[in-house]
């Protein structure tokens, strides 16, 4: 089963600021990476996919990239809205298919 | 697109318990469908996978032989059977439709609470 890694776990950042968020596979996924955004009490709602297509209605501060075993998304000019746990997924070959453990990402 | 979950509840380990999943907005029977929970404040676990016409269906180790996912395509619904419910089976079930012909998870629920204790 591949295992996806994600770091840092958390990190915390002033609004105007980007971050990087790293996610890594423990075998080639090839482009089959999709990244997720979790508010608080709120449902995940898709970010990318094909590791680096932004979905419908995702501003083109968030990027993502990679391809294989090592993938980022970043978020440029941080707003609180941002506030967030980002998680990752593969989603190569059948399932299961397994999430990152998540990235906590702080906006004050 | 919407996807309503409904079922959730308190139930007693060794329980059970049917989740199900309302859909609308897309042609149902052209999309595979997921069940993905989430433990409190832990992250996403996909558990369950149903492809668009039921032939296909892979569960995670952690609930297979206790846990069924289904579908009616004539209603456009989708379906969790729960058994033998553990401790460790609370939290939030998602219902998530997949992207067809990929399997990234286009659309989710809103989720419906499931709380296993004595």
């Known amino acids: 089963e591949t295992v996806m890694t994600q770091s840092p776990a958390s990190l915390s950042v002033s609004p105007g600021e980007g971050v990087t968020l790293s996610c890594r596979a423990s075998q080639s996924i090839s482009s089959n990476l999709a990244w997720y955004q979790q508010k608080p009490g709120q449902a995940p709602r898709l970010l990318i996919y094909?590791?680096?297509t932004r979905a419908t209605g995702v501003p083109a501060r968030v990027s993502g990239s990679g391809s294989g075993t090592e993938f980022t998304l970043t978020i440029s000019s941080l707003q609180s809205e941002d506030s967030a746990v980002y998680y990752c997924q593969r989603y190569n070959d059948w399932p299961p298919w397994t999430f990152g453990q998540g990235t906590k990402v702080e906006v004050k | 697109v919407q996807l309503v979950e409904s079922g959730g509840g308190l139930v007693q380990p060794g329980g059970s318990l049917r989740l199900s999943c309302a859909a609308s907005?897309?042609?149902?029977?052209?999309?595979?469908m997921n069940w993905v929970r989430q433990a409190p404040g832990k992250g996403l676990e996909w558990i369950a996978y149903i492809s668009s016409a039921g032939s296909a269906i892979f569960y995670s180790d952690s609930v297979k032989g206790r846990f069924t996912i289904s579908r009616d395509n004539a209603r456009d619904s989708l379906f969790l059977q729960m058994t033998n419910l553990r401790d460790e089976d609370t939290g939030i079930y998602y219902c998530a439709r997949d992207s067809a012909p990929d399997w990234y998870l286009e659309f989710w629920g809103q989720g419906t609470l499931v709380t296993v204790s004595s």
């Open positions: 907005g897309f042609t149902w029977s052209r999309y595979s």
């Open positions: 094909d590791a680096s």
